[in-house]
């Protein structure tokens, strides 16, 4: 067969499923924005059936024909391309789960949502134990038909960072962990030179939301392709690259949420429209990973946003929009407020300093679910001791303790070190960056981020998901991971902060 | 095969493509309503997949075999489900047009559109002829294959409302056609004593959305199932009777557009919300006809809301959300000022007396072309004409005349006459209600909107489109369709107007 001519068969049946991937995540989108609350369980049908077509689609007759003739293609030493590639390692991963496993994961997590939700109402572990234990047999189960080198729970890790291990995460976050803890000793001394009572006063609603458009739209955003609603939490999604949606919330006491989360959100939405539009209908217009997605947006919230020279461009903006509520301030005392280091109890509400923390906690007590070293009921005593090791304190209740999340209740183990991966190779992009655009710190404090977004575009946003996070990160930054390059950005920045 | 496992499959089959229409559903409302204008192009992609897979499942072999079921059990006089017979009815009919012929009229709508968008823009209608000469070939062709007794027309009135003819629609509408005339000319005398000024003022857009959401809750529209959302042009959509869709349009100096807008959207939302629950992902969750969804709508926005009774119960209402703008006014003032009679040239402005003379002139026109009995290039004349007949005005360029309606550009001969059929079944029902309902008028009066709903609920809702628009006509009004006492109803109403 002609290679041009698999190129077009593989090209045409990704595009419907894409296309109906694409309709999946609008009735989701729907369903977060404008849904009304009657139409919860028919919307459920209709979004099963998408995906059971969408899986039959991708595990099919059609499928299965193409992926054998990738490898005979591939058997001949045949040029294929990256997206073909991908095509193959997608229809392999969807066919190495038996359809019987599926579904009744897919049932567990719809239980397990429903008892991790009544659970961390009543603040009651036990409530949730009977799901957890067996949402971790069942991806156990999935880890060992996935199959890995030396540790099962590499399997789980690597459905959201292709490639990565624990045996290259563990040096990395243990350095992280001890220079975390050495710069948490030398800010408490300080700690009480920052306060974020500037953040927290009245901003009205409306005038939160338009100046977070405001900033977004500066950012590069387009909204001719894209567009900002409210919703519950902040999430980036998107049909195509011609049509990215993001969603905030509003808290009028409290200007965070609003900014920072629609900041957060541009950050994913800016990688996702800048895909090259040869990826459009293709498995290659999503993210390399989900730590390379959240390296965009941690990017923009807390390397561009929260620096001193964004709040010289911003204030004035800020002041506009909400005239006499923030008249005195300076552009150091948003830069302070926006960085105050408090270890707290909840994850989404730390720092860009112990956030971490609670990632490598979450990263150690999964390694002993999935590999049978924790008994399910002992890990809310495990998550204790370890929030006073790593953080000095202790939940009084489970709810601000380990059911705090959601992840774990749609199975999602090994989904939590793409945060802190996200803040590590941001960092490591930050030095290029810095490298390779020596204005960058007058471009920020000038609101002029287009040398800065087409940086992004040229080395990450438009190759999508055809290169993998370690072939982007080895081309720019030498090497695929390291912790150095945070260390270093945090120890100087909260210097700089707490001096 | 038992009877329960025939229905068991068809039920199932139904709901996977119920599913999947609904989805379109829901990305249609989403570009109508919120998709950025950048996604075009994408959106298109992604609903002629959808499209194709639902065709594909609604003539492929899982149909096939479940219809040559249906047609065995039929044969050996089982008794088969009115559901189950929607099937094999709906199964047919796609069978019936050859995949060419679906792609070339797909092919040709597109482009016509576009077309007719230009020659109305240029009110040209040299630059849509030659689209519409394709269509109008393209639509015979389609007739040919229905299938029809006597009339090639018949077979397109009858993909709107399943068993009307043209022999059937020429009387009645010419008994109207006459009353009409004569109507028109009894009111001529007097129509210096009616004016819309009143309605013609200033009123703010969001109170008009808040008094428009707050009237369609009173008729018993659910907010649970239903939302209201702005839009280029108001519609209905729904994506299951737990979740339909509204919208509407602002004018702030004429509160008709998006008040009558939301009225008649809130009759056919309420059409959607009471199919049974039974109904449920099957093709019986749909009304039974154009016509009998439109005398819905109509129902409400001509009978029960342009009329005085409720013009007492809403004023207070209104003067509530429009403080000022209406003080002096009394609910007979409203009452006329929605109900000014004045030939018109433009259809979807037309007043209840004056609309059906446009209705007839398209269907006078449509019967033409389709039988080959006009040259294109001559409708523009042909209706400049049958205007001056019917209704004493000429349109001076064809925007305002033959350009004016989309129908033709999406190939939808035989649509129009829904709308007059939808004023006629709304005549012939208000008269059942008024017997079944003494009390209606105080009702209405009253804003005690519940029985009606309930007698529509009982009477049409229910049954969706299990039951054809003749046999719920002839339950409750013991004929099919007569112009008689929409004919009563007009010379009633309008001598009361105009006395």
Redesign the interface.
């Known amino acids: 067969m002609e290679m041009s001519q698999l190129e077009h068969n593989v090209r045409k049946h990704m595009?419907?499923i894409c296309?109906?991937s694409?309709?999946?995540s609008?009735?989701s989108w729907?369903q977060e924005t404008?849904?009304?609350?009657?139409?919860a369980?028919?919307?459920a049908?209709?979004t099963s059936?998408?995906a059971a077509?969408i899986h039959q689609m991708m595990t099919g007759d059609t499928a299965k024909k193409l992926s054998d003739d990738i490898k005979e293609a591939l058997n001949e030493k045949k040029e294929v391309s990256a997206l073909v590639k991908l095509f193959l390692e997608d229809y392999t991963k969807a066919c190495k789960l038996p359809e019987d496993l599926v579904r009744k994961t897919s049932k567990a997590t719809s239980l397990a949502h429903e008892s991790w939700k009544n659970a961390k109402q009543a603040s009651d572990f036990s409530l949730f134990q009977d799901s957890l234990q067996e949402l971790v047999e069942l991806k156990s189960q999935a880890a060992e038909l996935y199959g890995y080198t030396n540790n099962r729970y590499d399997a789980l890790l690597n459905l959201y960072e292709p490639g990565i291990t624990v045996a290259e995460l563990t040096p990395v976050f243990q350095t992280l962990k001890e220079a975390t803890i050495a710069l948490l000793q030398s800010i408490e001394p300080q700690k009480e030179s920052v306060s974020d009572e500037l953040m927290r006063r009245y901003y009205p609603h409306d005038a939160q939301v338009a100046f977070s458009t405001q900033i977004a739209e500066k950012m590069g955003f387009?909204?001719?392709?894209?567009?900002i609603?409210l919703a519950a939490h902040p999430f980036c999604t998107s049909?195509?690259q011609?049509?990215v949606r993001l969603t905030t919330r509003v808290n009028e006491h409290d200007l965070g949420p609003c900014f920072y989360g629609v900041i957060h959100e541009t950050g994913h939405g800016l990688y996702e429209q800048g895909f090259s539009s040869d990826l459009?209908?293709t498995f290659g217009a999503e993210g390399a990973s989900m730590g390379i997605h959240e390296s965009q947006s941690l990017l923009w919230e807390n390397v561009i946003t929260r620096s001193e020279e964004f709040w010289h461009f911003a204030l004035p903006y800020l002041k506009n929009h909400f005239p006499g509520i923030a008249d005195e301030a300076t552009p150091r005392d948003f830069y302070k407020a926006v960085n105050k280091v408090q270890p707290s109890l909840i994850r989404v509400d730390a720092d860009e300093v112990t956030y971490n923390m609670h990632i490598i906690l979450r990263f150690e007590i999964e390694q002993m679910m999935i590999n049978g070293k924790v008994k399910i009921a002992d890990i809310p005593e495990l998550w204790r001791e370890k929030m006073q090791t790593y953080l000095g304190i202790v939940p009084e209740n489970d709810a601000k303790g380990a059911l705090q999340d959601i992840h774990w209740s749609f199975g999602g183990f090994g989904y939590f070190p793409s945060y802190t991966l996200g803040k590590l190779y941001a960092a490591m992009l930050w030095k290029c960056i810095r490298q390779d655009i020596p204005a960058i710190h007058s471009h920020i404090a000038n609101g002029e981020f287009s040398h800065l977004l087409q940086w992004l575009r040229t080395h990450i946003h438009q190759y999508g998901r055809t290169k993998k996070p370690g072939e982007i990160m080895n081309a720019l930054a030498g090497e695929s991971l390291n912790s150095t390059d945070f260390i270093e950005y945090i120890q100087h920045k909260f210097a700089d902060v707490y001096r």
Chains 1, 2 share one sequence.
Request: charged residues 25%; without cysteine; negative net charge.
């Open positions: 595009n419907m296309d109906l694409a309709a999946n609008v009735l729907d404008y849904m009304p609350s009657g139409a369980y028919s919307r049908e209709q059936t998408l077509i387009s909204f001719d392709n894209g567009r609603d049909f195509s011609y049509d459009a209908r």
